[in-house]
């Protein structure tokens, strides 16, 4: 087994340029376990100056890309465009994407599979919603979208990390008790171990994100299943050390 822990920040849509040089300076000073694996999805416009200021000990990924590697996409960035600035890893399918720009699991999947093709990391997310959790669907949903995933990934995948995120716990303050997400982390390894592989089970990571702060992150980091953080809000502060650090 021996799954690396890892922690994503993901900063949105948030930040300028010197809180983003804020951000890097507390993270470079850490110190930051260096057993875990470090990424920081930056806005688009910020990509390439973050990845000329942090240390090569922290990955830099983009938000979002398109599905293709040059063309008439106004507003889009490519992986091919990422790469070329250096970094090395795709945030896909966040629940913000899904929603607001009503991205559906084929267009993630196309996206994903684009990506991982252009040499990219991906860190793909899942998750229900609050309704989908009450009508009791919370394993269809994201057995659904995983599934949707599978071809796209092929056999690449060591170069993808999927996060759980609840929809109703981002952002909201409601985190799932370690306990919730411990048990979908495990149904969703019980599900690729039957639709994937054993090995695929075992050893792709899975992330939990929504409302992860310094005050939870130990209790959820110390469940069997969960390999790591998604983070939003806290990601932008000065805590995102001890969230890194939280298997310590
Ligand atoms: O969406 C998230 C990370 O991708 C989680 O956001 P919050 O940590 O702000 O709830």
Redesign the pocket.
């Known amino acids: 087994m021996g799954r690396k822990f890892v922690v994503g920040g ?1 900063w949105k849509m948030n930040g300028d340029k010197k809180q983003v040089t804020e951000i890097v300076e507390t993270l470079k000073k850490g110190p930051l376990d260096s057993n875990v694996e470090v990424v920081v999805g930056v806005p688009a416009i910020y990509l390439e100056y973050v990845q000329s200021i942090v240390p090569n000990t922290i990955n830099v990924a983009a938000q979002n890309c398109w599905k293709s590697p040059k063309g008439a996409f106004t507003g889009e960035i490519s992986p091919a465009m990422i790469k070329d600035i250096g970094a090395n890893w795709v945030i896909l399918g ?2 913000e994407r899904r929603t607001i720009f009503g991205e559906k699991d084929d267009l993630v999947a196309e996206k994903v599979a684009h990506a991982l093709e252009s040499g990219l990391k991906v860190i793909a ?1 899942i998750g229900e919603t609050l309704e989908e959790r009450e009508a009791g669907k919370t394993e269809e949903v994201v057995f659904r979208q995983t599934k949707a995933l599978l071809p796209a990934i092929g056999s690449n995948w060591d170069k993808v990390v999927l ?1 759980y ?1 609840p929809v109703w ?4 303050g409601k985190t799932a008790t370690p306990q919730q997400a411990q048990d979908v982390h495990a149904s969703l390894r019980n599900w690729l171990s039957a639709n994937a592989s054993a090995d695929v089970a075992n050893s792709v990571r899975i992330q939990y ?4 702060t310094a005050a939870n992150a130990k209790e959820l980091a110390a469940c069997p299943d969960i390999d790591g953080f ?5 990601s932008l502060k000065p805590e995102f050390v001890d969230i890194v650090n939280a298997t310590q």
Do not use: F, P, R, W
């Open positions: 993901n966040h629940s997310c996060a995120e716990a981002i952002g909201t994100g929504g409302s992860v998604l983070v939003g809000g806290a």
